[in-house]
Nanobody, 122 residues
Framework: QVHLVESGGGLVQAGGSLRLSCTAS????????MAWFRQAPGKERAFVSV????????KYADSVKGRFTISRDNAKNTVTLRMNGLKPEDTAVYYC???????????????WGQGTQVTVSS
């Protein structure tokens, strides 16, 4: 069982930056691929970014490529999403997720966090 807790959301003006963190329980954090998803009001949850267990492989949704950076610290059981150049359309609840592989966590994660709200004002 893995328990995920997100933090770092908030209100920011367009063009600003935020850093989201997700801390996981358990001793096997480095065996999980970790992903971020987001859900805007009235829309389905959407993939944002993913990182492999080792941290070597990363992928991004086209909408955030070049603006967001995912990283992880396996010693601290933490995955971070650095968001720069934020736009109003980035407003959403952001969720952390874990799964055994990049393909698995991107499609059907095993574990979800509770989410953290990001609001970008214009």
């Amino acid at each position: 069982q893995v328990h995920l807790v997100e933090s770092g959301g908030g209100l920011v003006q367009a063009g600003g930056s935020l850093r989201l963190s997700c801390t996981a329980s358990g001793r096997t954090f480095n065996t999980y691929a970790m992903a971020w998803f987001r859900q805007a009001p009235g829309k389905e949850r959407a993939f944002v970014s993913v990182i492999s267990g080792s941290g070597v492989l990363t992928k991004y949704a086209d909408s955030v490529k070049g603006r967001f950076t995912i990283s992880r610290d396996n010693a601290k059981n933490t995955v971070t999403l650095r968001m720069n150049g934020l736009k109003p359309e980035d407003t959403a609840v952001y969720y952390c997720a874990a799964g055994p592989t990049i393909a698995a966590v991107t499609n059907i994660p095993d574990y979800w966090g509770q989410g953290t709200q990001v609001t970008v004002s214009s």
